[in-house]
């Protein structure tokens, strides 16, 4: 059981270029959501999903999208990376919303130059 | 604006002894509150969850206190373990929207249990 899976671990991007982070699962969970983590600053909600075609700006949205075409996969896209964007991102899954246990990936350390 | 603050960013306790992390929050509308425990280079694991109904939750070594009246909730571990070094996360949720509900997290409080 795979649980969640974050793909790539480790990106360095320069300023101004674009990528999406995966994430994808095999729980058959309906809530997935985006976080970063930055020193001293917590998890900081980006988008998240309650389900196939519908997602919703978190708290810090801005510089991201992101869709949602089947249940299991959940990419992030960076339109045009800044170096504010340096941080560590966190994809999670939960069967219903919020207010469950989630799950996380492993993360994704991304350096923008 | 920080809904949900954990105001000490380090705990140092000794193996045996018992932990209390604490977790203060300002949002009215929260209804529901996880604590999440992380180690490094790896992501946050759910630990124990309580509702606003109640005031206590017990999982194990793992207890969590809800003081609705203070906006205050704490983590206790007993007896505490070199393995729970970690970071502690408390987090909160509240009604948004209809049936969608959002995480919001604390800064984390890294706890160092020493043998």
């Known amino acids: 059981n795979a649980g969640v899976t974050q793909t790539p671990k480790f990106q360095v991007l320069k300023t101004g270029q674009s990528m999406t982070l995966q994430c994808a699962q095999d729980?058959?969970?309906?809530?997935m959501s985006w976080y970063r983590q930055d020193p001293g600053m917590g998890l900081r909600l980006i988008h998240y999903?309650?389900?196939?075609?519908?997602?919703d700006q978190g708290e810090v949205p801005n510089g991201y999208n992101v869709s949602r075409s089947t249940t299991e996969d959940f990419p992030l896209r960076l339109l045009s990376a800044a170096p504010s964007q340096t941080s560590v991102y966190f994809c999670?899954?939960?069967?219903?919303?919020?207010?469950?246990?989630?799950?996380f990936g492993q993360g994704t350390r991304l350096t923008v130059v | 604006d920080q809904q949900v603050k954990q105001n000490s960013p380090s705990l140092s306790v000794q193996e045996g002894r018992i932990s209390i992390l604490n977790c203060d929050y300002t949002?009215?509308?929260?209804?529901?509150f996880l604590w999440y425990k992380k180690y490094p280079a790896e992501g946050p694991t759910f630990l124990i969850s309580?509702?606003?109904?109640?005031d206590k939750n017990e999982d194990g070594r793992f207890t969590v206190f809800l003081n609705k009246s203070a906006k205050h909730l704490s983590l206790h571990i007993v007896p505490s373990q070199p393995g729970d070094s970690a970071v502690y996360f408390c987090?909160?949720?509240?009604?948004?929207?209809?049936?969608?509900?959002?995480?919001?997290f604390g800064k984390g409080t890294l706890l160092t249990v020493n043998p």
């Open positions: 729980m058959n969970h309906e809530y």
């Open positions: 309580i509702s606003s109904i109640k």
């Open positions: 999903s309650v389900g196939a075609g519908i997602t």
């Open positions: 949002n009215s509308m929260f209804d529901y």
């Open positions: 987090a909160a949720s509240a009604r948004s929207g209809g049936s969608n509900y959002k995480l919001t």
């Open positions: 999670a899954s939960s069967y219903r919303a919020a207010n469950t246990e989630a799950f």
